[in-house]
Nanobody, 128 residues
Framework: VRLVESGGGFVQPGGSLRLSCEVSGLTLRMTPMNWVRQAAGKGIEWVTRIGTYSKTYYADSVKGRFTISRDDAQSTLYLQMNSLETEDTAMYFC???????????????????????WGQGTQVTVSS
């Protein structure tokens, strides 16, 4: 399995970015996928998930601002990020790490780099 993120960069508060994750070695439409992030000096935070039937879940901190989607034909996962805030600054990873459980629109569990497949990450910096 290979996951390759791209699309990160520097953006001012209020701006937008779209991250991509090219997936190979697995069937994307049959694999629940997540975006997670890690800010400097902090633990890994789960951000959003898309299930096998395209059901989506979001962390409260990004709900209404971020949108996860995928293109099964292109085997690519996306994260559209709008209204970016300085608190969104982090390295963003796509991963098929298994969450503990999902309910009421969000998922729970602490992302573990030793579990599942992970990309190398793409840096997002939000600053004025």
């Amino acid at each position: 399995v290979r996951l390759v993120e791209s699309g990160g960069g520097f953006v001012q508060p209020g701006g937008s970015l779209r991250l991509s994750c090219e997936v190979s070695g697995l069937t994307l439409r049959m694999t629940p996928m997540n975006w997670v992030r890690q800010a400097a000096g902090k633990g890994i935070e789960w951000v959003t998930r898309i299930g096998t039937y395209s059901k989506t879940y979001y962390a409260d901190s990004v709900k209404g601002r971020f949108t996860i989607s995928r293109d099964d034909a292109q085997s690519t996962l996306y994260l559209q990020m709008n209204s970016l805030e300085t608190e969104d600054t982090a390295m963003y990873f796509c991963t098929n790490w298994k969450v503990r459980y999902c309910t009421l629109g969000r998922c729970f569990g602490t992302p573990d780099r030793a579990s599942g497949d992970w990309g190398q990450g793409t840096q997002v910096t939000v600053s004025s």
